[in-house]
């Protein structure tokens, strides 16, 4: 018994979908291509983004920290899920799942407010469009993309420390495919009412107020938009934040779909299909939300091939 205890403290086991192998080995080819494209799409954003001087306004600044944070996000989980899927060991170290529970929880909290941020600079460009460039000058871009960062830092640090410091008596044995905070929490085997108060609360302040402020500045938008009377304007209205508003819409409405799941078994393995599209698929989608919807990037993209052409002929 006492060995027993002392290998949960080194490591945990993630369960994930080992009670169907099948379902593993087919997982494990979806997962590896959608990771792929994942990590291609995020970083073509990004490339572009710094390469073409059209981008270079506040929009495109925050769509490759937007970009940036998804590479981040997804390779946080992606790569040990792969290793878990591919073969029988389904163990992680007490550090790695440590690493794992920090970023994932400051990853999540950043992308929360940074689309906010990215809905106020939406308001911002067509509500204020003639004071725009003084309001989002780059000085206010980094600030606004510091205390996203910081605030998710700052969710992390509170409640990791919290999450891995509870007793679990000896058990290691995760119910999910990754290190979740809720996962974790279940395994303890002490009262965890004052944890889970305090991650409700941290919860409704890190998602809740920032959905609040998205669906305030996006009722503005509506508004500013109504009153534009060609229909070319609308539509061009439209265009700039339709990109941004399904981004929302999958982040957030996967979010709160995920948390209002009664605590079951059925909820749990459906919980771990939406926390894998929570964690790869949104990410994977949001450069092709982008690119279709965005005309900008579009160019952006024509632009640098054009030249990339040319420069071979040259050759």
């Given at each position: 018994m006492h060995l027993i205890t002392q290998d949960c403290q080194e490591q945990f086991i993630l369960l994930g979908f080992s009670d169907r192998p099948r379902l593993e080995h087919i997982l494990f080819v979806f997962v590896l291509i959608f990771y792929l494209v994942t990590l291609v799409g995020n970083i073509v954003i990004i490339l572009?983004?710094?390469?073409?001087?059209?981008?270079?306004?506040?929009?495109?600044?925050?769509?490759?920290?937007?970009s940036f944070l998804d590479?981040?996000?997804?390779?946080?989980?992606?790569?040990?899920?792969?290793f878990n899927?591919?073969?029988?060991?389904?163990?992680?170290?007490?550090?790695g799942c440590a690493i794992q529970l920090f970023m994932f929880l400051g990853l999540g909290g950043t992308e929360c407010v940074l689309l906010a941020v990215m809905a106020y600079d939406r308001f911002t460009a067509i509500c204020k469009p003639l004071h725009y460039s003084v309001i989002m000058h780059p000085r206010l871009c980094w600030q606004l993309v510091s205390v996203a960062w910081g605030i998710g830092l700052l969710n992390s640090l509170v409640m990791s420390p919290v999450t891995m410091k509870l007793p679990r008596c000896?058990?290691?044995?995760?119910k999910h495919f990754l290190c979740e905070m809720p996962a974790l929490i279940k395994i303890a085997c002490v009262d965890t009412v004052a944890v889970e108060s305090t991650v409700f609360i941290l919860s409704v302040i890190?998602?809740?107020?920032?959905?609040?402020?998205?669906?305030?500045?996006?009722?503005?938008?509506?508004?500013?938009?109504?009153?534009?009377?060609?229909?070319?304007?609308?539509?061009?209205?439209?265009?700039?934040?339709?990109s941004h508003l399904t981004v929302v819409s999958l982040f957030y409405g996967n979010i709160i779909y995920m948390y209002m799941q009664p605590g079951n078994n059925s909820s749990q393995d459906q919980g771990k299909f939406l926390t894998l599209f929570y964690n790869?698929?949104?990410?994977?989608?949001?450069?092709?939300?982008?690119?279709?919807?965005?005309?900008?990037?579009?160019?952006?993209?024509?632009?640098?091939v054009s030249r990339k052409q040319g420069d071979s002929h040259f050759f």
């Open positions: 572009v983004s710094h390469l073409d001087p059209c981008l270079h306004t506040p929009m495109y600044f925050f769509l490759t920290n937007l590479l981040c996000f997804t390779t946080s989980s992606i790569p040990q899920l792969l899927l591919g073969g029988l060991d389904k163990t992680i170290s007490h550090m000896g058990r290691c044995k995760v890190i998602v809740l107020v920032p959905l609040s402020l998205i669906l305030i500045s996006y009722s503005y938008i509506a508004l500013a938009v109504l009153r534009i009377k060609s229909a070319a304007g609308r539509r061009k209205a439209f265009n700039t934040c339709g790869l698929v949104t990410p994977m989608l949001n450069p092709v939300i982008y690119t279709l919807r965005n005309k900008d990037v579009k160019g952006a993209l024509k632009r640098l």
